[in-house]
C-alpha cells in the first residue's frame, strides 16, 4: 500500500516540474534502442565468425598449363 501512496503523492510533484514541450524517449525508445545494440553485436559476431572461415587463398586452376617467363623467352615462335 506505501507505494501506491508513495505513486500517488509524487506523480503531481514531478508533472508540475515537466516541460510539456520537451519530448522524452522513455523506457519503450530505452528498450528499442537497447535490443538494436544487441542485435548489431550479434551480427557482428556472427560476421567475425563467417569471416573466420573464409579462405582466402586462390587455388591454381587445373586446366592451366604452368608457363614461366623463361619458358615463354625460351619458345622459339615467339
Same mark, same amino acid.
Given at each position: 500500500?506505501?507505494?501506491?501512496?508513495?505513486?500517488?503523492?509524487?506523480?503531481?510533484?514531478?508533472?508540475?516540474?515537466?516541460?510539456?514541450? $520537451?519530448v522524452t524517449?522513455?523506457?519503450?525508445?530505452?528498450?528499442?534502442?537497447?535490443?538494436?545494440?544487441?542485435?548489431?553485436?550479434?551480427?557482428?559476431?556472427?560476421?567475425?565468425?563467417?569471416?573466420? $572461415?573464409?579462405?582466402?587463398?586462390?587455388?591454381?586452376?587445373?586446366?592451366?598449363?604452368?608457363?614461366?617467363?623463361?619458358?615463354?623467352?625460351?619458345?622459339?615462335? $615467339?
Open positions: 500500500m506505501s507505494a501506491h501512496l508513495a505513486l500517488t503523492q509524487l506523480v503531481p510533484f514531478a508533472a508540475e516540474e515537466l516541460d510539456k514541450n $520537451k524517449p522513455g523506457v519503450l525508445g530505452f528498450v528499442v534502442f537497447a535490443v538494436l545494440a544487441l542485435a548489431v553485436w550479434q551480427l557482428m559476431k556472427s560476421m567475425n565468425r563467417h569471416m573466420g $572461415k573464409v579462405s582466402f587463398e586462390e587455388a591454381p586452376d587445373p586446366d592451366a598449363t604452368p608457363q614461366s617467363p623463361a619458358a615463354e623467352a625460351a619458345a622459339p615462335g $615467339k
